[in-house]
Nanobody, 129 residues
């Protein structure tokens, strides 16, 4: 089993930056390397939108809406995935979820919700002046 906990959300002004963290608690026998990690956001009144992913090897992929502004990295020793967001816009306001699926592949893709077997509780990001 895998448990995910997000942190780092908050209120930031347009143009500002935030660093989120997804901490993974993994059963023995597995590691973060056994999972693709995705970040999915849900804005008020809208459906979920996949925004980024990180493969087992750390290769990443991003939605066009965040390309060039979001970066995602892994800390294998700490079993955490860290998205860094810069030049935030009001339209980035959403609850951000960390999600995982146990699969193997050098590259990841922006998967649909049903493809992820594990979800965190979400962290609110609000971009407003």
């Amino acid at each position: 089993q895998l448990q995910l906990v997000e942190s780092g959300g908050g209120l930031v002004e347009p143009g500002g930056s935030l660093r989120l963290t997804c901490s993974a608690s993994i059963d023995s026998g597995y590691s973060l390397d056994d999972y693709h990690i995705g970040w999915v956001r849900q804005a008020p009144g809208k459906g979920r939108e996949p925004v980024s992913c990180s493969s087992n090897s750390g290769m990443t992929n991003y939605a066009a809406s965040v390309q060039g502004r979001f970066t995602i990295s892994r800390d294998h020793a700490e079993a955490t995935v860290i998205p860094k967001m810069k030049n935030l816009k009001p339209e980035d306001t959403a609850v951000y979820y960390c999600a995982a699926r146990r699969t193997y592949g050098a590259m990841c893709y922006l998967a649909d919700d049903y493809e992820y077997g594990f979800w965190g509780q979400g962290t609110q990001v609000t971009v407003s002046s």
